[in-house]
């Protein structure tokens, strides 16, 4: 297999595509409109059920779910109401699935910090009581919001938790969803074949589950190893498959995701027709289903394409996909625009150009406490006064994110801060440092190729 594509460039692109292919999985937008039926009916069963029993709390908290991301004040009140009854008549499960609504709530409305708070208590009440379905699905989801906020470490070891206790206590269903969680961590991180283990064990959790769900989202991300691999073969395979799932599950939002995904598979494939027929198929559906979010990946996926052939397509691509971003105020896409404008300006040597954008971007990364954003862009910024010839700001940035890098343990990040180090020391004539980071950038990138074998 080819695998000339790990490169510096490549493998920042790659993980843009992998933040995009995850975040659509674990933060799925709810309409209010498609829930109000439902929503009308458990009130009307609630109206005629007087009695302060374990049947009123369950559907105080079933309310507070629906209503969960769409009319937050809503979900809030009614798992109130569902907590203080629970707590009356001694009913921990009622308590417990309280906090994960509010947990569920806070966290399709971005509140990530509260939403860990109520995971937390969630699962700590659960484990207490035995109420194992319950304190699976908590400790994933918060390891979950960790991992989007770019807490690696602790999303890692609360998702290594809850697959002790999913296996402990036979909870299959959130077992394939850590385990997918988990794979999709060491994808981030460079290390593919890790993440394909993970997903190998998610996919067989799943299945023996009966979780088409779960399944639908193990074998996209599956599919997203293997392109991070350049395998793109096996990668257009899942992708695929799990397109198919979708169907079946009439699932026409995550419809949105499988179509992007098969036009990065074009992409790099350099069938640019084809990519753009796949893209434009994704981008209808997203405007149909009025979900703004995916319109700004697809963008940034035409963007891409057109990157290196029509660079000023490409910026406007781009510039559509940040347009749409801050209307929506949807932090990752912000970044994710912010940084490709940028690379735009670097590739049209407008270098100037380029660092407004990127410290932008970085200061917006800072500002949510997304580390690994930080370091992301970080880099690029070391790498754009580099070529400036700032060598001092180059260096700064460029240590600093060396030394984050090494701590979260961000393979790819490290292997790219290594090259930015060796080219910068190299600038500066200071050519035994310059050797020193050129061996670890080797080194780092051969890690990363037996990664891919």
Not at 91 to 117: C, E, L, P, Q, W
Not at 139 to 166: D, F, S
Not at 280 to 308: D, F, H, M, V
Not at 417 to 422: H, I, T
């Amino acid at each position: 297999m080819e695998k000339s594509h790990i490169t510096n460039i490549s493998l920042l692109k790659h993980f843009k595509y992998r933040v995009l292919l995850f975040l659509i999985i674990v933060s799925p937008g709810i309409n209010i409109t498609s829930q109000s039926n439902k929503i009308d009916s458990l009130k009307s069963v609630l109206s005629k059920n007087r009695h302060r029993d374990t049947t009123r709390v369950n559907l105080l908290n079933d309310i507070a779910e629906l209503y969960a991301g769409a009319d937050s004040a809503s979900s809030v009140r009614y798992a109130l109401m569902a907590e203080s009854l629970a707590d009356s008549i001694g009913f921990k499960k009622g308590k417990a699935v309280s906090y994960m609504s509010r947990g569920n709530n806070a966290s399709k409305s971005r509140f990530d910090t509260i939403a860990i708070y109520h995971y937390s208590r969630a699962a700590d009440i659960a484990i207490e009581y035995s109420e194992w379905q319950i304190a699976a699905e908590s400790l994933g989801n918060m390891g979950k919001v960790y991992m989007i906020n770019g807490k690696l470490k602790e999303g890692k070891e609360c998702l290594e938790r809850n697959v002790k206790l999913c296996a402990a206590h036979n909870c299959k269903s959130q077992l394939s969803q850590s385990l997918n969680a988990l794979g999709v961590l060491h994808n981030w991180s460079g290390e593919f074949v890790k993440a394909l283990d993970y997903f190998n064990h998610g996919i067989e959790a799943a299945r023996e589950a009966g979780d088409k769900k779960a399944l639908c989202s193990i074998t996209n991300n599956t599919g997203s190893a293997y392109f991070n691999k350049g395998d793109y073969t096996r990668a257009q395979k899942y992708f695929l498959e799990s397109v198919k799932l979708k169907e079946e599950l009439g699932d026409r939002k995550g419809l949105i995701n499988g179509y992007l995904n098969i036009g990065h598979i074009y992409t790099h494939q350099k069938k640019e027709a084809e990519a753009e027929r796949y893209f434009n198929q994704a981008l209808k559906l997203a405007e149909e289903l009025n979900e703004p979010r995916s319109a700004t990946q697809i963008y940034e996926a035409l963007g891409s394409l057109y990157q290196t052939t029509d660079t000023e397509k490409s910026l406007h691509n781009y510039t559509k996909s940040l347009e749409v971003a801050r209307r929506i105020s949807f932090t990752n896409g912000i970044i994710a625009g912010l940084q490709s404008i940028a690379g735009i300006h670097i590739i049209n040597n407008h270098y100037d150009k380029a660092l407004v954008y990127l410290k932008e971007a970085l200061q917006l990364a800072e500002k949510t406490g997304s580390r690994q954003h930080s370091v992301i862009v970080g880099i690029k910024l070391g790498n754009a006064y580099y070529k400036m010839g700032n060598y001092r700001a180059a260096l700064e940035y460029s240590l600093k994110c060396k030394d984050e890098a090494e701590a979260m343990k961000l393979k790819v990040e490290q292997q790219n801060v290594y090259k930015n180090l060796a080219d910068i020391y190299e600038g500066m004539g200071i050519n035994r440092k310059s050797l020193d980071y050129l061996t670890l950038y080797k080194q780092y990138s051969d890690s990363i190729m037996n990664e891919s074998t």
